[in-house]
């Protein structure tokens, strides 16, 4: 129809938060538990750029020339979006975290209590860049051995940075860390605007 | 999840954009939705068949990593298309929130209750 509704939808604003960690570590199951799609899945051909500072050895099999990126949406209300993005979790894929960092509100590094260290370089990356994040421990099969001080120390992570136990299958779990992270930035900014005394939250 | 059935596509992705491997704009974001101008302008010409894939998909606002994922293609490719549709003044872009060092209360406090309501 010609004159059809001219009922120009608005887009609505947009933003975003990365889910980061080590490489199996349940990303893309915390974007599946929370998003209201079915996660999604890009692929990008890997830049000669990528594959000159990525050390490719031992993982030929695996054709390495494209990244799968996969994202969630959460609809916050008419006019704004909030997307989720899950790293990618090999190293080798670093380079693609600078271009997704740009612009997000903060990040959710989930961490392995069988193998932290696989989540070393996501909470490197984020602490150099000042991008502020949680830390979600992702409890296999819901198993939390550890309390979370524990796992503050073992990960040496500042006082500021919030750790929590989850389940990264349970919705209700991950709504829990997301908002302990949107917490964290609402008191961070709360001071900003308060022109207050630079004190980090108090945990 | 694109189909990454081995036996791969019938077009390679740079073959849509002609070659090029950049975009010729550089303000296109994953999050940057895209709206189909709706009438197309009168001077515009038709477009092609994956161009026209791209404004079918594009009818109502949609962010360009879904409309990579949904076309099952590269962002780097879509992104190219996209310019060229731009240009063509077939479409409307909308940037994303700008997040800066000093965070927007509101805005935190609104994506804050929406997950609450999860």
New interface residues.
Partial sequence: M?D?DTV?????????ILIAGGFGVGKTTMVGS?SEI????????LTEAGLGIDDLAGIEEKKAT?VA?D?G?????DD????L?GTPGQQRFWFMWND?A????GAVVLVDVRRPESSFAAIDFFERRGIPFVVGVNGFYGEHPYPPDEIRDALALPDHVQVLLCDARE??SC?DV??AL??Q??A???E??GGGTLTRPGR | MGGGDTAGRLVRPFALTGGRTRPSRADFTLITTVTAVDPPPTWATRPQPEQQRILRHCARPIAVAELAALLDLPVSVVVIMLCDLLEAGRITVRPPRPVSQTPDLDLLQKVRDGLGRL
């Avoid at chain 1, 949406?73 to 209300?77: A, L, P, Y």
């Avoid at chain 1, 704004?80 to 997307?83: H, P, R």
């Fill in positions: 010609a059809s120009t939808r608005a887009a609505p604003d947009t933003v975003k929370v079915a996660p999604l899945r890009t692929e990008e051909p494209t990126l994202f949406r959460i609809t916050i209300g704004l979006v909030l997307y993005f997704l740009l612009g997000a509100l919705r209700g709504r997301l908002i949107l917490d930035l609402i961070v900014a709360e900003a605007e």
